[in-house]
């Protein structure tokens, strides 16, 4: 499977952005879908995942309350709906597929397929 994000761009603080995550050569059913995060300083940061079938939605403290991931089934996408966006959340978004249970949602090393990354820059 490939996984195409985009939505990315430059906003200011305060504002929105929603991120799409679209499937090509495979489908989301039966795993789970994540969204992740990272900087040039960092390493890759969880950001919000869900089993595609249902069930929990997990989101990191950082963005609880402020972020939203969903789904469209028909169209095989996965969102992330960013509100009330800081510049500490400028970063490149991936998501990604996999296997993940309950108790590592939040390790990149659950996830086997990504997607390329799209840029989100939040100004001050």
């Known amino acids: 499977v490939q996984l195409q994000a985009s939505g990315g761009g430059v906003v200011q603080a305060g504002g929105s952005l929603r991120l799409s995550c679209a499937a090509s050569?495979?489908?989301?059913?039966?795993?789970?879908m994540a969204w992740f995060r990272q900087t040039p300083e960092n390493e890759r940061e969880f950001v919000a995942s869900?089993?595609?079938?249902?069930?929990?939605?997990y989101y990191a403290d950082s963005v609880k309350g402020r972020f939203t991931i969903s789904r469209d089934i028909a169209k095989n996408t996965v969102y992330l709906q960013m509100n009330t966006l800081r510049p500490e959340d400028t970063a490149v978004y991936h998501c990604?597929?996999?296997?993940?249970?309950?108790?590592?949602?939040?390790?990149?090393?659950?996830?086997?397929?990504w997607g390329q990354g799209t840029l989100v820059t939040v100004s001050s």
């Open positions: 990604a597929r996999g296997r993940a249970i309950t108790s590592t949602v939040r390790n990149p090393g659950a996830y086997s397929s």
């Open positions: 869900f089993r595609w079938s249902g069930g929990n939605t």
């Open positions: 050569g495979g489908t989301f059913s039966g795993y789970t």
